[in-house]
C-alpha cells in the first residue's frame, strides 16, 4: 500500500541584521506563490510583529505563534486568514518580547515550533519571518525549517554577519536538524542607479555565485507603502516592478525547491 505524502516546504526568512527586507520578502513572497496557486502559512516570529500588521491583521490577537511556542496550544487555532485567500497567517503578539527568555527553562526549547508543525497539513509552503537575531527564536525557525532564505540588503555592509548566520545555520544543521539548507541569498533594495549598490550586488554574487537568487528585488517605494494599507505588493499595487520581480522570485523559489541538492556549507562561508 503506498501512500502519495504531499510534503510542506518550511521555509525561514533569516538574518540577524534589521531593516534587510525579511519581512517584505516573507509578505511579497507569500502572497506570490498565493497567486501561483500555493496554499501557503506565513507564521511572524518577530515579536515586532511586522509581518503581522502588514497584513492588516491586529497584533493582539488572542491566539498568536505565543501560545504555540511557549504555552501549549496547537498550531491550528493560532491561525488566522487574511485578506488574500490562500494566504493564511499566525500572528506574533505584543507577549513575544518575552518568548526569547521564557522559552529558555523550557523541554525540548528549541523543537518548540517543529513540533507544533509536525502534523501541520492544507499548505503547500510555510514561510516562517524571523526575528533581527540568533537567538532562541531563530534556532526554533531554523530547526523546524527545510531550508533558509537569507534577504541581503544591496548596502556597504551587505556582507558582515553574513558568515556569522551561515556558521548559525550550519551548527543547526549538525546538530538539531540535519536537512537544514541555504536555498537562496535574495539580493533587496537594489538601485540600479546607485554605484554603491551595483557593487555590492557584484560582490555578494562573486562570494556566494550558485546561492544568490538571479531575481533581485529592486529599491521601490510602492514596497514600502503597501505594509500601511495591510497589502501584499501584488495587491496593493499589481502591475509595479517590486510585485513583478516578487512574482519572478516566487518562480524561481519554486524552481529551486523542486531541483534541491543539498549544499554543504562548510566551503560556502569560508
Ligand atoms: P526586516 O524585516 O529585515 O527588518 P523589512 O522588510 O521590514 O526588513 O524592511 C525594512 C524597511 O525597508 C521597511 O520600511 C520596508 O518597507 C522597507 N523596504 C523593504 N524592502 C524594500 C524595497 N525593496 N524597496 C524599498 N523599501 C523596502
Ligand atoms: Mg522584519
Known sequence: MFHVCHAVNVLAISNQKGGVGKTTTAISLAAALVEKGSRVLLIDLDPQGNATSGLGVGKDQPRS?????????GLGEAIHPTG???LDLIPSSPEMAGAEVELVP??????RLRDALQHQKGYDTVLIDCPPSLGLLTVNALA?????LVPVQCEYYALEGLAQLLATIDAVRQRLNAKLEVLAIVLTMEDRRNRLSMQVTEEVI?????????????????LAEAPSHGQPINVYDPGSRAAQAYGDLAQEISMRLASRVPIVLGGVGA
Open 106 to 111: 523550557l523541554m525540548a526549547r528549541e523543537f
Open 144 to 148: 523546524a525549517a527545510d531550508a533558509v
Open 84 to 86: 488574500v485567500v490562500g
Open 65 to 73: 505563534i505565543y501560545g504555540v511556542l511557549v504555552g501549549d496550544e
Open 206 to 222: 562573486r562570494h556566494f555565485p550558485e546561492l544568490v537568487a538571479r531575481v533581485r528585488i529592486p529599491r521601490a517605494v510602492r
